[in-house]
């Protein structure tokens, strides 16, 4: 075996993940718990998430979420909705986005919890970032996507994504064997055995855990490197592939009444039947100052970003007609390209199955850091010694 010819790419894999391991552990970590970031949440928050037995004992079935939000709004015109989801379990209260109305002032609150059963207001909070449990996991997303550091965070954690990605594609081909036959050589890098040394236990596990999921951390070192430089780089690089290709039409004459939140799930369920689609309504926002209601449509009718994500319609108010569509499973290839980001690094793109692969990979991506570090610690001696010795032979 010579080693010389590999010796530059190994001193180049050992460099690039010194330098990025300790963000890069710090990534590996939080995205681990970003994996469940809401049932955590809903845990974490139980006071406000939770509706309370009694009401659910009752026995009657709950009503539908949109004309509850729709009774909210008029009893309490002291908020003003932005979103909330359609799909409520009994278990659980509303959660809703809401702003308070112009001219008022209070605590600062972007949340209202409604009962269940009676829509009125149970709980509230600000669910921005802050080292608190009502803001706790926002504040693990900013630590994990720019380190509470703004766009100077968000370029630090870009760079720690090239480094990985590119010491990650180094150390895939040092896994290659330097005798053939290839293929039962390289079939001894996939394997750990747990009767070896420690030392050798750890660089087989360094070695194996990279190659048995290097499809999936290939996907988050990427799409990593697309998030942190959207901007710079990832949404120019679409806008010159596919243009601009968003769906917008009048909005038409008014109607007697303006649109509510229930008319509008109505009507966006009635629009994907005539577009021979057959999701569902999963979630509605709302945009007062532009006087248009969305309403989001999924394929099992949650909020949820399997394959490329929601389709979303958006609605005058006035005159009730579709006046913007962003659907990127039907023309938008634009949306398709900047959707197949979050999806993917989330792993939410396929379900449970997906989200729990790039858990693993979390998990895969933080013992790399361990394991590596112990190897460079644990071969330094050995390079320090071999330099000494070989200094003692020129003196």
Same mark, same amino acid.
């Given at each position: 075996?010579k080693?010389?010819?590999?010796?530059?790419?190994?001193?180049?894999?050992r460099?690039l993940?010194?330098v990025?391991?300790p963000?890069?552990?710090?990534?590996?970590?939080?995205?681990?718990v970003?994996s469940?970031?809401?049932?955590?949440?809903?845990?974490?928050?139980?006071?406000?998430?939770a509706?309370?037995?009694a009401?659910?004992a009752?026995?009657?079935p709950?009503?539908?979420?949109?004309?509850?939000?729709?009774?909210?709004a008029?009893?309490?015109?002291?908020?003003v909705?932005r979103?909330?989801?359609?799909a409520?379990?009994?278990t659980r209260?509303?959660v809703v986005?809401v702003?308070?109305?112009?001219?008022l002032?209070?605590?600062?609150?972007?949340?209202?919890?409604?009962?269940?059963?009676?829509?009125?207001?149970?709980?509230a909070?600000?669910?921005k970032?802050?080292?608190?449990?009502?803001?706790?996991?926002?504040q693990?997303?900013?630590?994990?996507?720019?380190?509470?550091a703004?766009?100077?965070?968000?370029?630090?954690?870009?760079?720690?994504?090239?480094?990985w990605?590119?010491g990650?594609?180094?150390g895939?081909?040092?896994?290659?064997?330097?005798?053939?036959?290839?293929w039962?050589?390289?079939?001894?890098?996939?394997?750990?055995s747990?009767?070896?040394?420690?030392?050798?236990?750890?660089?087989?596990w360094?070695?194996?855990?990279?190659l048995?999921?290097?499809?999936?951390?290939?996907?988050?070192a990427l799409?990593?490197?697309?998030?942190n430089?959207?901007?710079e780089?990832?949404a120019?690089?679409?806008?010159?592939?596919?243009g601009?290709?968003? &769906?917008?039409?009048p909005? =038409?004459?008014p109607k007697?009444?303006? #649109?509510d +939140?229930?008319?509008a799930? $109505? %009507? @966006?369920?009635?629009?994907?039947?005539?577009?021979?689609?057959?999701?569902?309504?999963?979630?509605?926002?709302?945009?007062?100052e532009e006087?248009t209601?969305g309403?989001t449509?999924t394929d099992?009718g949650?909020?949820?970003?399997?394959r490329l994500?929601?389709?979303y319609?958006?609605?005058?108010?006035a005159?009730h007609a579709?006046?913007e569509?962003?659907?990127?499973?039907h023309?938008?290839?634009?949306?398709a390209?900047?959707?197949?980001?979050?999806?993917? &690094?989330?792993g939410?793109? =396929?379900?449970?199955v997906?989200?729990? #692969?790039? +858990?693993?990979?979390?998990? $895969? %991506? @933080?013992?790399?850091?361990?394991?590596?570090v112990?190897v460079?610690?644990?071969?330094?001696?050995?390079?320090?010694?071999?330099?000494?010795?070989?200094?003692?032979r020129?003196?």
């Amino acid at each position: 075996m010579k080693p010389v010819p590999r010796s530059p790419w190994i001193t180049l894999h050992r460099y690039l993940g010194l330098v990025a391991i300790p963000l890069l552990l710090l990534a590996a970590v939080t995205g681990c718990v970003l994996s469940f970031m809401r049932p955590i949440d809903a845990w974490i928050n139980a006071d406000l998430f939770a509706q309370p037995l009694a009401a659910v004992a009752a026995g009657k079935p709950a009503p539908d979420v949109a004309p509850l939000v729709d009774r909210f709004a008029a009893r309490h015109p002291e908020w003003v909705v932005r979103g909330f989801p359609l799909a409520v379990a009994e278990t659980r209260r509303i959660v809703v986005d809401v702003d308070r109305a112009a001219g008022l002032s209070g605590p600062p609150v972007d949340q209202v919890f409604l009962d269940r059963f009676s829509a009125e207001p149970a709980g509230a909070r600000f669910s921005k970032a802050a080292w608190n449990r009502r803001g706790a996991m926002e504040q693990v997303l900013e630590l994990h996507a720019h380190l509470m550091a703004g766009t100077w965070g968000r370029w630090i954690m870009g760079t720690v994504a090239v480094l990985w990605l590119i010491g990650h594609g180094i150390g895939f081909y040092l896994t290659f064997p330097l005798k053939r036959p290839f293929w039962k050589g390289w079939k001894r890098s996939w394997k750990v055995s747990f009767r070896s040394m420690f030392a050798k236990f750890m660089l087989d596990w360094h070695k194996a855990s990279a190659l048995w999921l290097f499809v999936p951390l290939t996907a988050l070192a990427l799409t990593s490197v697309a998030l942190n430089f959207f901007d710079e780089a990832y949404a120019p690089m679409i806008e010159a592939a596919f243009g601009d290709d968003e &769906h917008v039409a009048p909005a =038409g004459e008014p109607k007697n009444a303006p #649109l509510d +939140f229930a008319g509008a799930v $109505a %009507t @966006a369920r009635a629009h994907a039947v005539r577009e021979g689609i057959d999701w569902q309504p999963a979630s509605v926002l709302a945009n007062p100052e532009e006087g248009t209601i969305g309403v989001t449509m999924t394929d099992d009718g949650t909020v949820n970003y399997h394959r490329l994500g929601p389709i979303y319609y958006y609605f005058d108010r006035a005159s009730h007609a579709v006046v913007e569509t962003y659907d990127p499973y039907h023309g938008n290839r634009s949306l398709a390209g900047y959707r197949l980001l979050y999806p993917l &690094h989330s792993g939410r793109v =396929g379900g449970n199955v997906t989200i729990l #692969l790039i +858990f693993l990979s979390g998990l $895969a %991506t @933080a013992g790399l850091c361990v394991t590596g570090v112990y190897v460079w610690w644990k071969k330094r001696k050995s390079r320090v010694a071999a330099r000494r010795a070989a200094a003692l032979r020129r003196g």
